[in-house]
C-alpha cells in the first residue's frame, strides 16, 4: 500500500534552473497539498487542489505552480528555481470534502537544494 | 496573532515522565483537530484526532476546549521513542488545515 509517493526524493538545482515534482496517491483522495518545511517556519502551504483539473494558491504560491491533470497525480513546478526555494517539500492528500474530519497523510519529502 | 500557536520548547523530561502541550488558536469556526507527530527530517504522522469529549490512545490522551480555543496532549509514562516534534493542526470551514510550527520533545534517560 504505497499511499502518497514524491518523486525524486533529493535534487540538487542551479539558480535558475527548472524541475517539476511529482507528488501520486494510490488512495483516490480529492484533496492533495504542497508544503514546503524550514528550519523555525512549520509547514507552509504552496498550492492545493480540491479535484481534478482544479487548483488553487496557498499561504506562500509565488514562484511555482501547480497542475492536477490526474486525480492521482499533484505536481509542483519551479519555473526559475532560487536559492530562497530550498526547502523540504512535502506533498499531502485528504478524502473528500464531506469527510471533514479526515486527516491529511504525507508523502516523505523531497529535499531540494538551490546553489 | 497567529492562526495556530504552540510552545516551541524544547521540553527536556526524563524516561517516565508526565508532559503536557497546548495549542491554541484564533479562528472559533475550527471544526477538526489533529495531533501530528514529526521526526527529524521525516514527514509528519498523524498521531490522532482531537473530539469535543476527549480521546485516548494509550499513553496519549488529546483534550478540547473550545471556550478557551485550545487542545492539549498529555503523554503519559514517556519512553525514549516518543523525542518528536508534536505538530497541532487546525481546520475550518475551509478544510484546508492550519499547521501549528510544532513544540519538541526531548525525553532522556
Known amino acids: 500500500n504505497a499511499g502518497v509517493t514524491q518523486t525524486p526524493k533529493f535534487r540538487v538545482l542551479k539558480t535558475g534552473q527548472s524541475m517539476t515534482l511529482l507528488c501520486a496517491q494510490d488512495m483516490n483522495h480529492e484533496y492533495m497539498y504542497w508544503y514546503r518545511q524550514d528550519p523555525g517556519m512549520g509547514l507552509r502551504l504552496i498550492h492545493y487542489?480540491?479535484?481534478?483539473?482544479?487548483?488553487a494558491k496557498g499561504e506562500v504560491p509565488d514562484g511555482y505552480n501547480v497542475s492536477r491533470l490526474k486525480k492521482q497525480n499533484f505536481l509542483l513546478g519551479l519555473e526559475s528555481a532560487a536559492p530562497s526555494q530550498t526547502s523540504v517539500y512535502f506533498c499531502a492528500s485528504s478524502p473528500t470534502l464531506g469527510t471533514r474530519d479526515q486527516p491529511q497523510h504525507f508523502g516523505d519529502g523531497t529535499r531540494l537544494s538551490i546553489l | 496573532r497567529k492562526e495556530v500557536e504552540q510552545d516551541p520548547g524544547p521540553f527536556n523530561v526524563p524516561e517516565g515522565a508526565t508532559v503536557a502541550f497546548n495549542c491554541t488558536y484564533s479562528n472559533s469556526a475550527s471544526q477538526s483537530f489533529f495531533w501530528y507527530r514529526q521526526d527529524c527530517r521525516k514527514e509528519p504522522k498523524l498521531l490522532m484526532s482531537?473530539?469535543?469529549s476527549g480521546n485516548e490512545d494509550g499513553r496519549f490522551t488529546a483534550q478540547l476546549n473550545r471556550a478557551s480555543q485550545y487542545i492539549s496532549l498529555l503523554i503519559r509514562d514517556s519512553k525514549l521513542s516518543d523525542s518528536a516534534t508534536y505538530l497541532c493542526v487546525v481546520k475550518g470551514g475551509s478544510y484546508i488545515p492550519t499547521f501549528g510550527r510544532g513544540t519538541s520533545l526531548i525525553v532522556h534517560p
Open positions: 482531537v473530539y469535543s
Open positions: 487542489s480540491v479535484g481534478e483539473g482544479t487548483t
